[in-house]
């Protein structure tokens, strides 16, 4: 059974810094594309950013760009998303999820092709 679990969430101050971990299981991730979402109260979701687990190569949407980073462990079939100089915009859920499909739509950070996806961990920040 394919299953992602996110981890890292809670409550930071505006300026803080969060580290979000995502473990797989029932999988490895290959040359599978693995990418970030969240979603705010009344907002739609949105990409964060994705990354290749072949060869690091990394997408981020304008709004974090610069302030968060994500990485891939493939021995430890895990990513992470280290966002720093969080906004109280960065309210929300976080998602991670998995795109198998082989394409390169990923790169967009369009969610279409991402099969499987975590339960979400909340992020809030506060002014």
């Known amino acids: 059974e394919v299953q992602l679990v996110e981890s890292g969430g809670g409550l930071v101050q505006a300026g803080g810094s969060l580290r979000l971990s995502c473990a797989a299981s029932?999988?490895?991730?290959?040359?599978?594309?693995i990418g970030w979402f969240r979603q705010a109260p009344g907002k739609e979701r949105e990409g964060v950013s994705t990354i290749s687990s072949s060869d690091g190569s990394a997408y981020y949407a304008d709004t974090v760009k610069g302030r968060f980073t994500i990485s891939v462990d493939n021995a430890k079939n895990t990513v992470y998303l280290q966002m720093n100089s969080l906004k109280p915009e960065d309210t929300a859920v976080y998602y991670c999820?998995?795109?198998?499909?082989?394409?390169?739509?990923?790169?967009?950070?369009?969610?279409?092709?991402?099969?499987?996806w975590g339960q979400g961990t909340q992020v809030t920040v506060s002014s």
């Open positions: 029932g999988f490895t991730f290959d040359d599978y594309a």
């Open positions: 999820a998995v795109d198998r499909s082989g394409s390169t739509w990923y790169r967009t950070l369009g969610p279409d092709y991402f099969d499987s």
